[in-house]
């Protein structure tokens, strides 16, 4: 069960990955469309794209913290009492995030509703940077079991840098892609072309961040850069190809595909942390099974989730489908 527990908690973190990074990946967007005159389309765009659903999308971390603190309370208090740093940080960015991009909507003094945008957009690259940081200490074994590690080295490391520029790039990359769609529908012809090469810069800068992460981890994280190569490799070859094939079907205009296809890669990616991690949550010291809650709890718990995948997931699935589909305002 306690295994069980685990693979629901990847699955909130793929989808919060997947949803959440397209959602501060147009955030880094926003932050380059250029000034008030040049970047006034891109920003419309991106309200239209976001505002339906933005907060529903970041309803998978609540999910992942309910579950890793009631699931693996141990583990969650390592990461809190040794990563408080960067947590707090990418705490504070989502709080300036979601202001920013609430109140810009509302105010109507230009001054006012700069500061607002610049408080979204900057927040939106901070946040998922933090984040990063936070995944790579957790990989690279830098937080002991008893929690109360090292607050500085823990994730000012190299594979913590890295996991948090991967997560920046790979974030804009998806944003990329799906508002290249968005503009499509919207029947808006430059702005497609000028999103889809954004899409495809983006994702060649996550590649070639990608490829040279494998060089970092193996001076700086051996076991992990051993498990991936071995264990996670299937799923890490299925990412590169599914990333590949997306950039090539760019050229082409099909977003529906592609969109597939840049899912398909960031999933991939992510699970194959969580193969390379297995048996463990933290580093080679604390396992799963070390970490888990009693068994009546981690019941209850894959209860609610079993019931909330039910509840949620069509509720989600309509708003989706409603957005793409240009029916809500």
Known sequence: MSTLIAAVLFIGII?????????????????????????????????????????????????????????????????TTTLYIPLGLAALGIVARGAGFAFRHALTESQAERISGVAFACSSVL????????????????????????ALSSWLNPTSVLGGVLAVTVCAYLAAVFLTG??????????????????????????????????????????????????GAPLLAASGLCGLAALLLLRNGRPPAVRTLAAIAIAT???????????????????????????????????????AAVLIAPSL???????????LG
């Open 127 to 150: 946040t998922p940077f933090f984040f990063g940081t936070v995944a790579g200490g957790i990989a690279s074994g830098r937080i002991p079991s008893a929690g109360h590690g090292d």
């Open 182 to 231: 968005q503009a499509q529908r919207r029947g808006d012809t430059s702005l497609e072309h000028a999103f889809r090469y954004r899409a495809f810069g983006a994702g060649i800068v996550a590649g070639l961040v990608a490829v040279a992460g494998v060089f970092l981890l193996h001076a700086d994280s051996p076991r992990l850069f051993h498990q991936l190569s071995r264990v």
């Open 317 to 327: 699935f309509l708003l989706y489908s409603l957005q793409l589909r240009r029916k």
């Open 15 to 79: 989808a919060y990955a997947l949803f959440g990074g397209a959602d501060y990946g147009a955030g880094f967007w926003d932050l380059t469309a250029g000034g008030r005159a040049r970047g006034r389309r891109t920003r419309e765009l991106i309200n239209l794209s976001l505002s339906p659903v933005w907060e529903a999308n970041h309803t998978w971390l609540i999910f992942c913290l309910v579950t890793i603190w009631t699931g693996f309370p141990q583990a969650f208090t390592a990461i």
């Open 269 to 307: 990616v992510v699970a194959g942390w969580g193969v390379a991690q297995y048996p463990y949550l933290l580093g080679t010291h604390l396992t799963i099974h070390q970490a888990a809650a009693p068994s009546a709890t981690l019941w209850v718990l894959f209860a609610v989730s079993c019931v």
